[in-house]
């Protein structure tokens, strides 16, 4: 059963991707949504008192825990109204850490995609789980859609893959690529951010990497662009407001412009910056 898993710690950032999620399954193949919550009680805390000294107890601990899936039931309960019809919405509060709980629920279950919210440029957010947004995304062995905080919804209709059309031959991330693409019926635009415009002189190797690439990604019918910018997130970034489009996809490091695309911040200029939706391959 295809699946986006969704943390959920109650912020506007947290309950934001949630409705995105939502809203995506209408363009989708996703058959369950996991709404998981994570409500950690350090050992610490359960045996040394707080500064009031206060003791929480496992009793106090198992009451907060069925609090906060009633808040997840209430969350489910309205995002049923928006969800694609046949589209189930499951619950799941962890006891682990966030991202040890995120990772766990891929272990066990047949997860599609992370949809996780971005804190956005804001650090004064409060959302644990924006904090958290980009250290899921470089563990997570499933791709991740990484929501910012001004996105509004809209259907994806276009999309701007990220590449620089080297190691085209080494095994590409296809599948991931795919499921986005077929059901959405989206257009495909490839960009090289081309700083020392090595195109114009392309020589054989790259010109072989670039007919290899054609091969691979023909069946989507993608433009291909090179743009000189010397920025390359602000190039990216810029290209797809440019060409309006509603989400970027980045690919893992050994094929994107960045010697590791999910570098702390690397990622996190990518994902802070976007107005969209970043799509970030595995």
Do not use: W
């Not at 850490?97 to 629920?105: H, W």
């Amino acid at each position: 059963m295809k699946t986006y898993i969704v943390p959920v710690d109650f912020s506007a950032t947290s309950v934001h991707a949630a409705e995105y999620a939502a809203l995506l399954s209408r363009q989708t193949d996703v058959k369950l949504i996991l709404l998981l919550h994570s409500y950690y009680v350090s050992l610490y805390q359960s045996v040394l008192p707080t500064p009031d000294m206060v003791i929480i107890t496992e009793e106090e601990t198992e009451a907060e825990a069925e609090e906060r899936l009633g808040q997840l039931k209430h969350l489910r309960s309205k995002l049923l109204k928006t969800v694609r019809e046949g589209v189930e919405i499951e619950t799941k509060v962890s006891r682990q850490p966030l991202t040890r709980s995120v990772l766990e629920s891929l272990a066990d279950d047949n997860i599609h995609i992370v949809i996780i919210g971005s804190n956005g440029s804001t650090d004064e957010c409060e959302s644990h789980v924006g904090l958290n947004a980009i250290n899921i995304s470089k563990l997570s062995p499933a791709p991740v859609i990484v929501v910012p905080p001004a996105c509004c919804y809209e259907p994806v209709k276009r999309v701007v893959m990220a590449c620089d059309f080297q190691k085209i031959t080494d095994r590409f991330p296809l599948e991931g690529l795919q499921r986005l693409l077929q059901r959405h019926d989206a257009e495909l635009l490839v960009v090289n951010i081309d700083r020392q415009a090595k195109h114009k002189n392309a020589d054989p190797e790259q010109l072989a990497q670039e007919s290899v690439l054609h091969t691979m990604l023909k069946d989507y019918h993608p433009k291909y662009y090179y743009n000189e910018s010397d920025d390359v997130i602000n190039g990216i970034l810029g290209f797809a407001k440019k060409h309006g489009a509603q989400m970027v996809i980045a690919l893992p490091h050994k094929y994107s412009f960045f010697q590791s695309l999910l570098h702390d911040s690397v990622s996190k200029g990518l994902t802070v910056r976007s107005a969209v939706p970043v799509l970030l391959l595995k």
